[in-house]
């Protein structure tokens, strides 16, 4: 196979921040105080949390993220989970073609919802903190079953199969690193002529092939309550790990 991952083919990518707490938050006896959190979240990043919904068995916070030619997109960026607060920060979306999110110092946000976090909820312990990011690697008209089964080496297997779904854990001294990789297709809107706006494409849409890896990477240590310096170590080796281990990993260059 010719084709190469690179950041440039990406076509959608979420950044993600798991939280778990001990004990639980949960939304019965304590949605009034947790409520007040997700307040004080929109208040010091607007940019990134921006309407409370609340239900007898949920919590979040959603946002409108206004993209370029006019579009709209509402996405809950605050989830209150069984285990803890899952924050989703979209990085670029696709709408009938990739487009950028301008959502800065995603992990500085980060940072302050999970100060807040701990200054309201001092009685909680944090036992983990982790960073997913989740791609869709668009391979075009290159069949990305094909692409990622070439590293099977007999070919009567590669010539069997209808799927294939990856999962990697690669563990380092304190920190769980899980990859999953799987075959996907990416829907690109026909266009009615050659140089089109988006308002011009037609109800059709062709379909191209992707590639979807989810990077989960967290620490193994789960007892006791994780440091400031812990949890910045965590966020600085997510950021690395992108472009310095997962994209030579996906392109075999080990």
């Known amino acids: 196979m010719n084709y190469l991952f690179n950041t440039e083919h990406i076509s959608q990518h979420f950044v993600k921040y798991v939280v778990h707490v001990h ?9 009034a105080k947790l409520q007040d959190y997700c307040n004080a979240l929109i208040d010091q990043s607007p940019q990134a949390f921006e309407t409370l919904l609340s239900g007898p068995n949920q919590l979040r916070v959603q946002k409108a993220f206004i993209l370029p030619g006019g579009k709209r997109v509402d996405m809950p960026t605050f989830i209150l989970t069984p285990q803890g607060p899952l924050l989703t920060f ?40 982790g960073v997913i990011h989740d791609f869709v690697f668009d391979t ?26 990856i999962h990697l854990e690669m563990p380092t001294e304190d920190k769980n690193v899980n990859i999953d990789i799987r075959p996907t297709h990416v829907m690109h809107r026909r266009r009615q002529g050659p140089q089109a706006t988006p308002e011009q494409f037609d109800s059709g849409a062709q379909g191209q092939f992707g590639v979807m890896v989810v990077l989960d990477i967290n620490n193994r240590k789960i007892s006791g309550d994780l440091t400031k310096p812990e949890v910045n170590d965590i966020l600085a080796f997510a950021a690395d790990y992108v472009t310095e281990s997962l994209i030579p990993l996906l392109n075999n260059e080990y």
Do not use: C, H, M
């Open 140 to 165: 075009g008209r290159f069949n990305s079953l094909e692409i990622i089964s070439s590293n099977l080496k007999p070919e009567i297997w590669r010539e069997r199969l209808s799927n294939l779904n």
């Open 90 to 129: 979209p990085e670029k979306l696709y709408i009938d073609q990739p487009i950028d999110v301008d959502l800065p110092d995603k992990d500085r946000i980060f940072r302050k919802a999970l100060d807040e976090l701990t200054t309201r909820f001092s009685d909680r312990a944090v036992r983990r903190v």
């Open 23 to 31: 004990p639980p938050l949960g939304p019965g006896e304590e949605k």
